[in-house]
């Protein structure tokens, strides 16, 4: 564990530098978890099956013959394909969970436990492992649930929250607990990873999809947990604030969010009705969320006299939130505007290609984009070779 993980161009960068990931994991919560930790400078080794991750086959879109989803979560890793139907590659898994400081995994609970690669099999040969598994609903009684986003955008009680209030219920338009999942494991990984440092001892880390949409649906499950109320959807309104929606200007509709009071003082005197700030009907923003309805359209009013960019440059320079509703490409064009340089190049040479920034930035040791997604076992040979060398043999 911890030994110093070398390739071509040398020691490999980052506050994670020396860690070893197996990562065991497919499709999209585990995968783009250990892309984070591998931009910060861990070395990741991705098991695939024979078959390769099912996001390998899912497309389009395509760059060069590749899905654009896995190549959008898979860099900065080596791929090595094991069929744990084959006892001779089962072993070098469990070489490489001896050697591994974190194994990642989201197979069905208990799936890992025949080949000897489960938390307990694992742990007996390397007391220092961080073991992160990730489900769909958990190891009781949901353990043989399937997991995919979308159920739990469904039973988590997000998609009653989407869309139109007369309308039928609508998925987010991403993966949104498969991330939020992601991002849960790596915080996990890397609180054991400190509990480690403090004791030596390892820990399996559990994250469910459920209980992540359920913390990540904050105010709305506060809503019913604190105060036994059921939301239900309201379009792209809020329940709690007023403006904080899409309102239409002279052309296209404009986000306004003046979720205080001093924000919707600002937003008054931009729009040149400054009493409506000091209208006691609309004082505070109980008072606004309550008769939104009589707000609307005086604010409205007002919007339709310029078009959504020009009130958005405006409303910026007065501190009053909002922006127009862009395309993907719109949105990376504002990173730009702004300075965020949102693609970056990984890799070099013919396999270099642009991929969307880690948006995590750090003064000293800033995530690096050393290597391309893999294709399927691309480093097979070299890992098996390592894998049954001595433990002291890098590669």
């Not at 040398?10 to 020396?18: H, K, M, T, V, Y």
């Not at 995968?31 to 086959?57: F, H, N, Q």
Request: with cysteine; net charge negative; charged share 25%.
């Amino acid at each position: 564990m911890a030994i110093e993980q070398r390739n071509q161009a040398g020691p490999l960068p980052g506050p994670l530098s020396g860690l070893l990931v197996a990562d065991f994991s497919r499709i999209l919560a585990g995968p783009y978890a250990t892309m984070l930790l591998a931009d910060l400078g861990a070395d990741v080794i991705k098991v695939e099956g024979p078959k390769g991750d099912d996001t390998r086959s899912w497309m389009p879109p395509v760059r060069d013959g590749v899905s654009t989803y896995y190549l959008g979560i898979n860099r900065g890793k080596r791929s090595i394909a094991l069929d744990l139907r084959d006892e001779t590659d089962v072993e070098l898994a469990r070489e490489l969970a001896r050697r591994a400081d974190v194994f990642i995994e989201n197979f069905k609970p208990g799936g890992l436990a025949k080949y000897g690669l489960d938390y307990e099999s694992a742990r007996a040969g390397n007391p220092g492992l961080i073991y992160a598994s990730i489900s769909g609903f958990g190891t009781g009684p949901g353990r043989d649930v399937p997991g995919y986003d979308l159920m739990v955008q469904a039973v988590s009680g997000l998609m009653s929250l989407t869309g139109d209030p007369d309308g039928p219920p609508y998925r987010a338009g991403i993966s949104v607990f498969d991330v939020m999942a992601g991002n849960h494991a790596v915080i996990g990984i890397l609180a054991a990873l400190r509990h480690r440092d403090a004791t030596g001892r390892g820990q399996q880390v559990e994250i469910n999809l459920l209980s992540s949409a359920l913390s990540g649906l904050v105010n709305h499950s506060s809503a019913y947990a604190a105060g036994g109320v059921v939301p239900f959807r309201m379009g792209n309104a809020h329940p709690s604030v007023f403006p904080y929606e899409p309102l239409p200007t002279a052309d296209d509709d404009l986000i306004v969010a003046a979720a205080n009071d001093g924000q919707f003082r600002k937003l008054c005197e931009v729009l040149g009705v400054p009493g409506l700030a000091d209208d006691p009907r609309f004082a505070r923003n109980a008072d606004r969320t309550e008769r939104r309805e009589e707000l609307r359209p005086l604010l409205v009013e007002q919007l339709s006299k310029r078009g959504a960019n020009e009130w958005f440059d405006l409303l910026v320079e007065a501190g009053v939130p909002s922006g127009p509703i862009n395309t993907i490409k719109g949105g990376f064009a504002m990173a730009e505007r702004f300075g965020l340089d949102p693609i970056v190049e990984v890799g070099e040479g013919g396999r270099a290609m642009p991929t969307t920034r880690n948006p995590i930035r750090l003064s000293e040791t800033p995530p690096a984009y050393r290597l391309p997604p893999p294709d399927l076992d691309e480093h097979g040979a070299e890992l098996r070779a390592w894998l049954s060398a001595p433990v002291d043999d890098d590669v």
